[in-house]
């Protein structure tokens, strides 16, 4: 998948994670804070952050008096984070063949999940070094495989058995959430991309969609359907199935996730590497 392609599915599915920002970053900030406790925000430091999304990294940062620049290539996504960081600064960019450097050299780089969906990954992370001053950190989080993630399957499976045919796993190493799965392919990249003291480290945080004493079902429900798979799985199935026929589906899930209850609450484990490097 190229890099053009991956902008048109983020412009579709940036809407849903925009307007559940709260869902996405209560269920994933555990992470966000190991990335940043990684580089040592402290004032005076200035971070770029690398598909920098709603700009959840850039807001964690400034309460430590770091302060910096987001990149993403989806336009949705800086307009909702430059609403919520108006101390930072915002472009929609591509991160892989952008010029990083106006406005550099930078302190630090971080990325939470936004460092998975480059078709050239050794070029993309070349590039970004190169805004960087030397020496400078960089931390990132990335998912390891789907057979150690439930946040890919959970709810999804279910939208999935019901595609004719059920859609293929991602080839390894394929732009896409599991891009960077195989740490010894981290490893390579980076050192192609001229990156040094690589560390990768197992980093295992619970993905708890429970709050205020629910269950989380409905939370989980609208992370599947705004997913990737799950656009993809709707607009197969309610124009088979009908209008009628989707809502069933969907509490097809609901009953799925209800299943799978931990405490009485939809929560797993998010299995990822903790990637740090320096440039």
């Known amino acids: 998948m190229s890099n053009d392609q991956m902008r048109e599915l983020w412009a579709r599915g940036a809407?849903?994670?925009?307007?559940?920002?709260?869902?996405?970053?209560?269920?994933?900030?555990?992470?966000?804070?190991?990335?940043?406790?990684?580089?040592?925000?402290?004032?005076?430091?200035?971070?770029?952050?690398?598909?920098?999304?709603?700009?959840?990294?850039?807001?964690?940062?400034a309460e430590s008096g770091a302060s910096g620049v987001g990149f993403d290539i989806s336009e949705t996504m800086i307009r909702a984070a430059a609403e919520r960081v108006p101390a930072a600064s915002f472009v929609v960019a591509d991160a892989q063949t952008t010029d990083l450097t106006d406005g550099g050299p930078y302190d630090a780089v971080v990325s939470r999940f936004g460092a998975m969906f480059f078709d050239e990954p050794a070029v993309a992370f070349a590039n970004i070094r190169k805004a960087l001053r030397p020496g400078a950190p960089m931390a990132f989080v990335c998912w390891r495989g789907l057979d150690e993630n439930q946040m890919f399957t959970l709810g999804n499976s279910v939208l999935a058995d019901r595609l004719d045919p059920r859609p293929p796993p991602p080839a390894p190493g394929a732009p896409g959430p599991t891009a960077l799965a195989d740490p010894e392919r981290i490893r390579a990249i980076l050192a192609e991309a001229g990156?040094?003291?690589?560390?990768?480290?197992?980093?295992?945080?619970?993905?708890?969609?429970?709050?205020?004493?629910?269950?989380?079902v409905e939370d989980r429900l609208v992370t599947v359907l705004g997913s990737m798979s799950?656009?993809?799985?709707?607009e197969q199935l309610e124009g088979r199935l009908g209008p009628e026929g989707w809502a069933a589906v969907v509490d097809e899930v609901r009953v799925e996730l209800r299943r799978h209850l931990v405490d009485g609450r939809v929560q797993f484990n998010g299995a990822t590497w903790l990637v740090t490097a320096k440039a």
Not at 230 to 234: H, L, N, V
């Open 230 to 234: 799950g656009r993809f799985a709707r």
């Open 15 to 61: 809407e849903v994670w925009v307007e559940h920002k709260d869902i996405y970053d209560r269920e994933l900030r555990g992470f966000a804070d190991a990335v940043l406790a990684a580089i040592d925000p402290r004032p005076g430091l200035r971070i770029l952050d690398i598909g920098c999304g709603t700009g959840t990294l850039l807001e964690l940062a």
């Open 195 to 216: 990156w040094t003291s690589v560390g990768i480290e197992k980093l295992d945080i619970v993905c708890d969609y429970g709050r205020d004493g629910g269950d989380g």
